[in-house]
């Protein structure tokens, strides 16, 4: 898999004393989500991504979600690690902000894992 940055990175937004100003990177990458919420069933959907920091993260989605709500999230990384082996970022957080088709994420927790290469390498999120 190659990288073409024209279609997945944009340059970072101008720096801005606002704190949700601050410097995020608009990557497009398909996302898969699992809700983990007392409130409702678990559910899985998927998305794409609008923009992403070490903290936050908005998406676009196929179903509505509610503030507050928990959910675990992973994206394909468009960079393989030793231009050999495929990365996933996976990350939990809590829904901050939601519309129709909008979703804002505080992310708590985020790593980078690698993926196996063979018939079972699907999103374990959905």
């Known amino acids: ?6 279609n997945w990175v ?9 704190r949700r100003a601050s410097i995020r990177f608009a990557l497009t990458l398909t996302i898969g989500f699992t809700v983990s919420d007392r409130r409702v069933p678990v559910k899985t959907g998927k998305g794409s991504t609008i923009d992403l920091s070490s903290s936050g993260l908005s998406f676009t989605t196929d179903r509505p979600l ?15 690690l030793g231009g050999k082996t495929r990365l996933q970022l996976v990350m939990s957080g809590v829904v901050v902000r939601a519309d129709s088709a909008v979703v804002a994420v505080r992310i708590s927790r985020h790593e980078f894992r690698t993926r196996r290469v063979g018939p079972n390498t699907g ?4």
């Open 10 to 18: 944009r340059e970072p937004r101008a720096f801005s004393p606002e």
């Open 123 to 126: 999103s374990p999120y959905g």
């Open 66 to 80: 509610l503030t507050g709500q928990r959910l675990k999230a992973s994206i394909d990384w468009p960079v393989l």
């Open 1 to 6: 898999m190659e990288c073409n940055n024209e």
